[in-house]
């Protein structure tokens, strides 16, 4: 009897990057080319740590750059299945705000929209619950920031 194949671990990091506008605050959400809404992300690369990764990942997705760097949200993990193989992610998000700057989908990246939305419009746009808690807690930094 065969044991159940153990699955591939990855090592992904993220951004959720916010902006400061006179009518509020607003979060910047991708669309991937599997049409979901979700934060900017992919792998950490070898000798790279995970902020640094998440930093370039937003860059390379939306093509925006001079992000300031406030400190790490949190991890996310889930399974899925890719070319038959179980893969188990793991994505640590950091929040990064963008002081200024147009984000423009890259579409070599495979990111087919780049959107600014209010915390709650965000909510509701996302596609997964986890990326929901994630904008959560990164609300919750974000209001930290912003003080009484």
């Given at each position: 009897?065969?044991s159940?194949?153990?699955p591939?671990?990855?090592?992904?990091?993220?951004?959720v990057?916010?902006?400061?506008t006179?009518s509020?605050i607003?979060?910047?959400l991708i669309r991937?080319?599997?049409?979901?809404?979700?934060?900017?992300?992919?792998?950490?690369e070898?000798?790279?740590?995970a902020?640094?990764a998440?930093?370039?990942?937003?860059?390379?997705e939306?093509?925006l750059?001079?992000?300031?760097?406030?400190?790490?949200v949190?991890?996310i993990?889930?399974?899925?299945?890719?070319?038959?193989r179980?893969i188990?992610?793991?994505?640590?998000?950091f929040?990064?705000?963008?002081?200024?700057g147009?984000a423009?989908?890259q579409?070599?990246?495979?990111i087919?929209a780049?959107?600014?939305l209010?915390v709650?419009?965000?909510l509701?746009?996302?596609?997964?619950?986890?990326?929901?808690?994630?904008l959560?807690?990164?609300?919750?930094?974000?209001?930290?920031?912003?003080?009484?």
């Open positions: 009897m065969a159940a194949a153990r591939v671990e990855e090592t992904s990091a993220g951004g990057v916010f902006r400061r006179g509020g607003v979060v910047l991937d080319s599997y049409r979901n809404w979700g934060f900017p992300k992919g792998h950490v070898d000798g790279e740590d902020a640094a998440a930093a370039r990942e937003v860059g390379e939306t093509g750059s001079g992000l300031i760097l406030h400190g790490s949190q991890a993990d889930w399974f899925f299945r890719f070319r038959g179980l188990h992610k793991t994505c640590t998000f929040l990064f705000e963008s002081p200024g147009d423009c989908p579409v070599t990246e495979g087919t780049c959107r600014w209010s709650d419009d965000a509701r746009t996302l596609s997964d619950a986890n990326a929901r808690e994630v959560r807690a990164a609300g919750a930094m974000v209001a930290e920031l912003a003080g009484p």
